[in-house]
């Protein structure tokens, strides 16, 4: 099993930008990927970004395509949400994910973080 832990969440101004990280134990050589997800108050998960670990491939959803960035530390086993010009419709839980790359992606992966508060005033 691989434990996540993120952090970097708060309360920030639309426009303003904050950095989530998730860092990674356990049995990390079985993730092939890592990834962030978001739920809104009465919402469903939705998937955010996503890297292929060893290729550094990324996939965005398209909102926030433009404006979110994700990163990896290969020797942290960290992965970074960098989330610039944010809007209110960003708040939401930040969940990170890791595992198979198809598996981040479509969001069954096998380890969730336990999530971080993003909220986005107007």
């Known amino acids: 099993q691989v434990q996540l832990v993120e952090s970097g969440g708060g309360l920030v101004q639309a426009g303003g930008s904050l950095r989530l990280s998730c860092a990674a134990s356990g049995r990390t050589f079985s993730s092939y990927a890592m990834g962030w997800f978001r739920q809104a108050p009465g919402k469903e998960r939705s998937f955010v970004a996503a890297?292929?670990?060893?290729?550094?491939?990324?996939y965005y959803a398209i909102s926030v395509k433009g404006r979110f960035t994700i990163s990896r530390d290969s020797v942290k086993n960290t992965v970074y949400l960098q989330m610039n010009s944010l809007k209110p419709e960003d708040t939401a839980v930040y969940y990170c994910?890791?595992?198979?790359?198809?598996?981040?992606?479509?969001?069954?992966?096998?380890?969730w973080g336990q999530g971080t508060q993003v909220t986005v005033s107007s």
């Open positions: 994910a890791a595992g198979s790359f198809a598996a981040v992606l479509s969001g069954t992966s096998p380890s």
């Open positions: 890297i292929n670990w060893t290729s550094g491939t990324t």
